[in-house]
C-alpha cells in the first residue's frame, strides 16, 4: 500500500501563531501528532508520505501516488479538509477520515470513502483487518474507549521537526468535567485515562534522539484530571529524566483552575520543566459559570487563583468566551476588567461556538436556535446559533473587547504586571537559547522597537526587564512578540463582517425569556433591523432576542 497522509490547515487565529512564527523562521506551530501516531499503527511494509498543509503543498500527483488518503481534522479545518476531499473525489483516490471534525459531523462528509470515528486504537485495527479482507466498510464506529497505555510512539521520521516551532505529545485523554459547551466529554469521556511513566520518558527520549530541543506541548485537555498519578509517578519520573538529559526541554500543557489549590503539584509541575498552562476562564460572571456548568470556577476567587499560579512559576494562559444566555452587554467591560487584573498576558477571547456533540448544542437545539455548523474558529464572529443578546450588540462588543485587551496601551500594562510577580524557576533561559531565539531578538527589534506602533513600550519592557529581571528578559521578548501576533488577528476580527445575522433573522425570533412561558412566540418572524429593535428595548439588562 501507498498511503498518503494529509494535515488539513488552519485559518488564521490566536492559536496558529501566523505572525509570531516569521520571527523565529518557523513554518507551523505543532506537527500532525494524531496522524503521526496513526501512522505508527499502519503495518510497517507500507509505504508512507505525510504533507502538512500549513506547511507545504499538495499537488495532484502527491494524490495520484496514494492509494489511499489518510485526513485527520479538528472542527477548525473544516474549511481546508473540504478542498482536500473534493480534489480526492475529482482525481477518483479514495480517502480515509478521522478525528474529531468527522467523528462528531461525518453525516456532512458524503464523499468519504472510510469513515474512522472515535479514537484510532479502537476502530483502526478493524478497518485495516477489513481492508486486508478487501471487504472495508464505509463505517466504523468506536465500542468503548480504548487503553492508551498500548498506544504507540508517533512515526516521527515522516516529518522535518525543524520546521516546527514546538514538538508535543499526549499523556492523557478525557476530563473530570463536564462543561456544556466542550466536547471533550464526547470525544474522550468523563474519566482521565493516562499512559504509564514509561510511556512519556520514551516519546520524551524519541524526541531527544532526534535532536530536537525546546519547547515540548503536552496536548492533553486536562493535564491534572489524575493528580494522584502525576504527583506519585509521572512528574517525578519526567523530572529525573531531565536532569539526567540536561534539561533539554520546557513543556507546556492545559488544565484546569483548581491546579491552584495544590501546592505540591505545582512544586512539581514547575521542577518537571513546565513553564506555561492554558486555563478555561470562561467568564468573570458566576451566572455564566454556573450556566455552562463549569463547577471547577465557581465559588473560587479566580483571580487569586490566577495569581496563586503565576506566582509558582507556571504562566497563566487564559482561555475566555462571550455570548452564553446569561450574559449582559456588561460582560465586555467585565472581562476587560478581569483579564486586566489578573496579569494573564495570552487571553485567547472568542465568541461562543456551539459544536455537535455538545450538552450546549442538544440544548440550543431542542429550543430551534441552531442556525448551522460551527466553523471551530471562535476567533470568527460568525454566529451558528441564536444568541440571547443582540446579535449586533454581541459581535460588536466582543470586536471592542480584543481590540482593547490587544492595544499596546493593555497589553504592555498587563505583560509588565505579570514580569513584576512572576517567578521563574530552573534552569537560566539564556542556557537554552537557540538560533532562532537570536533571530527572534533582532526581528523584535527591527519590527516592534523601530517601525512598530508599540516601540515605546517595548523598549519600556526591555529595559525594565534588563534591570530589575534580567532573567525574564527572553520571555519578556517572546511576549512582545506573541502580543503583535495577537493584535494583527484582533485587527483582522475588527475589521470582518459579521456572519450568521441572515440567518438568525429567518429564525423564529420568539426565544423565551426566563420570566415567560416555554411556549411564547411573538406572532411572526422580525427582520434582523426589527431584532435589533426589538432587543434594544426590553426591559432592564436582559437583551434578548
Not at 182 to 200: E, N
Not at 258 to 283: K, Q
Not at 371 to 394: F, R
Not at 534 to 539: E, L
Request: with cysteine.
Amino acid at each position: 500500500m501507498k498511503i498518503l497522509l494529509v494535515y488539513p490547515k488552519y485559518p488564521d487565529t490566536y492559536w496558529s501563531f501566523q505572525y509570531a512564527l516569521p520571527f523565529i523562521g518557523k513554518r507551523a506551530v505543532f506537527p500532525p501528532l494524531g496522524l503521526l501516531t496513526v501512522a505508527a499503527m499502519l503495518p510497517a511494509h507500507w509505504e508512507m508520505r505525510l504533507i502538512d498543509l500549513n506547511i507545504g503543498s499538495l499537488s495532484d500527483s502527491d494524490l495520484l501516488w496514494a492509494d489511499y488518503v489518510f485526513v485527520s481534522a479538528m472542527t477548525v479545518q473544516r474549511e481546508s479538509t473540504q478542498e482536500v476531499l473534493g480534489r480526492c473525489r475529482d482525481l477518483s483516490v479514495k480517502t480515509v477520515a478521522g478525528g474529531p471534525l468527522f467523528t462528531t459531523c461525518h453525516d456532512e462528509f458524503p464523499e468519504v470513502n472510510h469513515l474512522i470515528l472515535g479514537e484510532a486504537e479502537n476502530t483502526l485495527p478493524q478497518f485495516l483487518q477489513d481492508l486486508e479482507d478487501n471487504a472495508p466498510q464505509r463505517l466504523y464506529l468506536p465500542a468503548g474507549r480504548p487503553d492508551i497505555s498500548a498506544t504507540p510512539l508517533p512515526r516521527w521520521s515522516l516529518i522535518d521537526l525543524r520546521q516546527y516551532a514546538s514538538m508535543n505529545i499526549q499523556y492523557s485523554r478525557g476530563c473530570p468535567f463536564d462543561c456544556e459547551f466542550c466536547d471533550i466529554t464526547q470525544l474522550f469521556g468523563q474519566q482521565p485515562r493516562t499512559k504509564t511513566p514509561g510511556q512519556v520518558i520514551a516519546e520524551l527520549e524519541a524526541l531527544y534522539s532526534r535532536g530536537w530541543r525546546g519547547g515540548v506541548f503536552f496536548v492533553d485537555d486536562n493535564f491534572i484530571g489524575d493528580k494522584p498519578k502525576l504527583k506519585e509517578d509521572v512528574l517525578p519520573a519526567m523530572i529525573a529524566w531531565m536532569k539526567e538529559r540536561g534539561h533539554p526541554f520546557f513543556f507546556y500543557t492545559e488544565a484546569s483552575i483548581n491546579l491552584a489549590d495544590d501546592p505540591l503539584l505545582m512544586e512539581l509541575t514547575v521542577a518537571a520543566g513546565f513553564r506555561e498552562v492554558f486555563i478555561g476562564i470562561e467568564s468573570p460572571e458566576e451566572n455564566s459559570l454556573r450556566e455552562t456548568g463549569k463547577v471547577q470556577n465557581r465559588n473560587r476567587d479566580l483571580v487569586a487563583s490566577v495569581w496563586r499560579i503565576q506566582r509558582a512559576g507556571l504562566q497563566v494562559q487564559g482561555g475566555f468566551i462571550v455570548g452564553f444566555d446569561s450574559d449582559s452587554p456588561s460582560i465586555f467591560d467585565k472581562q476587560i476588567d478581569f483579564i486586566q487584573e489578573s496579569g494573564i498576558v495570552t487571553a485567547m477571547v472568542g465568541i461562543l461556538m456551539v459544536l455537535r456533540g455538545t450538552k450546549l448544542h442538544a440544548r440550543l437545539s431542542s429550543e430551534g436556535r441552531i442556525i448551522g455548523s460551527s466553523n471551530g474558529n471562535n476567533t470568527d464572529t460568525s454566529l451558528n446559533y441564536v444568541p440571547l443578546m443582540n446579535p449586533h450588540a454581541l459581535i460588536t462588543g466582543y470586536q471592542r473587547l480584543v481590540r482593547t485587551i490587544y492595544s499596546p496601551d493593555h497589553f504592555y500594562a498587563r505583560l509588565l504586571a505579570f514580569l513584576k510577580e512572576y517567578r521563574l524557576s530552573g534552569p537560566s533561559p539564556f542556557a537554552m537559547l537557540q538560533r532562532r531565539d537570536i533571530r527572534a531578538f533582532f526581528h523584535s527589534i527591527f519590527y516592534l522597537g523601530i517601525v512598530g506602533k508599540e516601540r515605546l513600550h517595548y523598549w519600556k519592557i526591555f529595559f525594565w526587564s534588563l534591570l530589575r529581571k534580567p532573567r525574564l528578559l527572553p520571555l519578556a521578548i517572546t511576549m512582545t512578540i506573541y502580543g503583535f501576533h495577537f493584535r494583527t488577528v484582533a485587527d483582522q476580527i475588527c475589521s470582518s463582517a459579521p456572519g450568521g445575522l441572515d440567518e438568525i433573522c429567518q429564525v423564529d425570533s420568539g426565544v423565551a425569556q426566563p420570566e415567560q412561558s416555554q411556549n411564547y412566540r411573538p406572532e411572526r418572524s422580525r427582520t434582523y433591523e426589527e431584532l435589533v429593535d426589538f432587543t434594544d428595548n426590553s426591559a432592564g439588562d436582559n437583551y434578548r432576542v
